[in-house]
């Protein structure tokens, strides 16, 4: 079935690094691919979204490009902020089948030191 | 602003005693869902609502059961909640479209914080 591999956390940079946090995804058809960020006590933000192969997501500083040929989606960010710290959730969501299945990652916890 | 409300943040509930998590909505999207997050890890789809068609997860557990009476309002009973259903509860909207392309975004809301004591 369809999955989403994400790079295990916790991940720690300085204020001011280059971040990525890679994504990989099985899945059959052409899905939809998308980054969620959650804050500490806080339900999920979407970030960025491709819906389609060489689609660029992009929102607060942050890219992520659809690669059909690796089949990946790795956020990036050139310079992070304390305030960039969060968890990182990489998802798809596929044609056809549930109208409802959107299949996330575990999850990236991003802590950013000032 | 638009936007995907649940009520209470935070809730606490004894051991079996019966539980309701609310959720509302003013994006006018046709799809709702419920996910359980625990700690540490991905939200799980328990079901969703398309429209007034219920879908419920193969493995989500009969304890779980959900109510839609209009668009906008989508509720979570927990008939007898044991200790293993304290979590995180998220509510999600989404506008799909009948053709059922993957495009739509689901947009979540702040959460429902499940104490079981």
């Known amino acids: 079935g369809d999955s989403v591999t994400q790079m295990e956390g916790p991940v720690t940079l300085s204020e001011e690094a280059f971040l990525t946090i890679n994504c990989t995804y099985t899945?059959?058809?052409?899905?939809?691919l998308f980054w969620y960020v959650q804050y500490p006590g806080e339900g999920l933000q979407l970030l960025l979204k491709a819906t389609k192969a060489d689609d660029k997501g992009s929102n607060k500083g942050f890219e992520a490009t659809y690669r059909k040929e690796t089949t990946s989606f790795h956020l990036e960010k050139g310079s992070v902020q304390v305030s960039d710290s969060a968890v990182y959730f990489c998802?798809?969501?596929?044609?056809?089948?549930?109208?409802?299945?959107?299949?996330f990652g575990k999850g990236t916890k991003l802590s950013v030191k000032p | 602003d638009a936007m995907v409300i649940q009520n209470p943040r935070y809730q606490v509930t004894q051991f079996g005693k019966p539980v309701t998590l609310s959720c509302s909505q003013t994006l006018n999207h046709n799809v709702m869902y419920w996910y359980q997050q625990k700690s540490s890890q991905a939200p799980k789809l328990l079901f969703h609502?398309?429209?007034?068609?219920?879908?419920n997860e193969a493995d989500t557990p009969d304890n779980f059961q959900s109510r839609r009476p209009n668009t906008s309002f989508c509720f979570l009973d927990i008939r007898s909640p044991g200790l293993g259903d304290a979590a995180m509860y998220l509510c999600?909207?989404?506008?799909?479209?009948?053709?059922?392309?993957?495009?739509?975004?689901?947009?979540f809301g702040p959460g429902t914080r499940l104490t079981v004591l």
């Open positions: 999600a909207t989404s506008r799909d479209r009948l053709s059922g392309t993957s495009t739509d975004t689901q947009y």
């Open positions: 609502y398309y429209d007034k068609d219920f879908n």
């Open positions: 998802a798809l969501k596929s044609y056809g089948g549930s109208q409802g299945n959107l299949i």
């Open positions: 899945a059959t058809g052409y899905p939809s």
